[in-house]
C-alpha cells in the first residue's frame, strides 16, 4: 500500500533533500483526499533550526520553495493517488517518488502543477 506526504529534492534531483512519509493510517482527511498531517512552509518553518534545513545557504533556507517539492495524497474515492510535481520532473525522480512512498504496487499518477515549479 502506498503512502502520503510532502517531500523536498536536492537541486540536483538525484536524491531527497527530505522526504516526510506517513501511511494513510496516519494521514489527515481532506474531503475526499487523505493527506500528510505536515504542509511544507509549516514544517519548514518549525524546523529551519535544525538539520538539514539550517545547512542549507541562507537563501534556501529562509524560503521552502527554492528546492524542488511536491506532495502526495490519496484519492478516496477514485482509490488512486496523485503525485503533484513541478516543472522538474524526470524518470529518475519518478522512481525515487515511487519507492519513497511505496507507489510500486499502488494506482496512482503524476500531475503537474505549477505551485511546485521552481
Known amino acids: 500500500m502506498g503512502k502520503v506526504g510532502i517531500f523536498w529534492l536536492n537541486k540536483s534531483l538525484d536524491s531527497f533533500f527530505l522526504p516526510l512519509s506517513y501511511d494513510l493510517a496516519d494521514s489527515v482527511a481532506y474531503g475526499k483526499w487523505?493527506?500528510?498531517?505536515?504542509?511544507?512552509?509549516?514544517?519548514?518553518?518549525?524546523h529551519a533550526r535544525e538539520d538539514?534545513?539550517?545547512?542549507?545557504?541562507?537563501?534556501h533556507r529562509e524560503n521552502y520553495s527554492c528546492l524542488p517539492r511536491g506532495r502526495v495524497?490519496?484519492?478516496t474515492i477514485a482509490k488512486r493517488y496523485y503525485v503533484y510535481h513541478g516543472n522538474w520532473l524526470t524518470p529518475q525522480v519518478q522512481q525515487l517518488l515511487m519507492q519513497?512512498?511505496?507507489?510500486?504496487?499502488?494506482?496512482y499518477i503524476f500531475e503537474f502543477d505549477s505551485h511546485y515549479c521552481v
Not at 487523505?34 to 518549525?46: F, G, K, Q, V
Not at 519513497?100 to 494506482?107: C, G, K, M, T, Y
Request: negative net charge; hydrophobic residues 40%; proline residues 6%.
Open 73 to 75: 495524497s490519496y484519492d
Open 52 to 59: 538539514p534545513i539550517r545547512l542549507l545557504a541562507r537563501r
Open 100 to 107: 519513497e512512498f511505496s507507489l510500486e504496487e499502488a494506482d
Open 34 to 46: 487523505m493527506i500528510s498531517p505536515e504542509d511544507h512552509a509549516t514544517y519548514w518553518d518549525a
